[in-house]
């Protein structure tokens, strides 16, 4: 069986792998991933604006340790999670499809592996505001 792999030739990762700023985005995959000390919620987004970066999709972790649990709830409430879910402590993978949101993303390198951080969340509806104080001018003296 052949698979096409895009930029396979190249030897280079992907641009789409590097991602820092903030970004619309919409959920399209959710997966609950068991590990015996840090348990994580692995999402896949696709970025819906701003538009030079439209159709590009990236991947982040939101752990599920007791310590964590404020982020990944930060995240729920700011995307439009189901409020009668999350008040009986469940998370849907399936509800979490196609809910929209802001997300500040940043990028790293660890050990020789890359990680893209989750740093920052937004309800959807602040997506004009947010955009428009990231590009505006700073007047720093």
Same mark, same amino acid.
């Given at each position: 069986?052949? /698979? !096409?792999? &895009?930029?396979?030739?190249?030897?280079?990762?992907?641009?789409?792998?590097?991602? =820092?700023?903030? !970004?619309?985005? /919409?959920?399209?995959? *959710?997966?609950? /991933?068991?590990? +015996?000390?840090? &348990?994580?919620? *692995?999402?896949?987004? $696709?970025?819906?604006? &701003?538009?030079? %970066?439209?159709?590009?999709? !990236?991947?982040?972790?939101?752990?599920?340790?007791?310590?964590?649990?404020?982020?990944?709830?930060?995240?729920? /409430?700011? %995307?439009?999670?189901?409020?009668?879910?999350?008040?009986?402590?469940?998370? =849907?993978?399936?509800?979490?499809?196609?809910?929209?949101?802001?997300?500040? +993303?940043?990028?790293?390198?660890?050990?020789?592996?890359?990680?893209?951080?989750? =740093?920052? !969340?937004?309800?959807?509806?602040?997506?004009?505001?947010? $955009?428009?104080? *990231?590009? *505006? &001018?700073?007047? =720093?003296?």
């Amino acid at each position: 069986m052949r /698979r !096409f792999l &895009p930029g396979l030739h190249t030897g280079h990762p992907a641009s789409s792998t590097n991602l =820092d700023g903030l !970004f619309l985005v /919409r959920v399209e995959q *959710a997966y609950y /991933r068991w590990h +015996t000390q840090k &348990p994580f919620l *692995a999402v896949r987004f $696709s970025i819906l604006e &701003p538009a030079s %970066f439209e159709a590009i999709s !990236f991947s982040g972790r939101l752990y599920c340790t007791e310590r964590a649990l404020w982020k990944l709830t930060w995240f729920l /409430r700011d %995307f439009g999670y189901d409020i009668e879910l999350l008040s009986r402590d469940q998370v =849907d993978e399936k509800a979490l499809r196609n809910l929209r949101g802001v997300v500040r +993303t940043s990028f790293m390198q660890l050990n020789g592996h890359s990680y893209q951080n989750l =740093d920052a !969340f937004a309800p959807a509806a602040e997506w004009e505001a947010l $955009s428009c104080a *990231a590009c *505006a &001018p700073r007047n =720093d003296k």
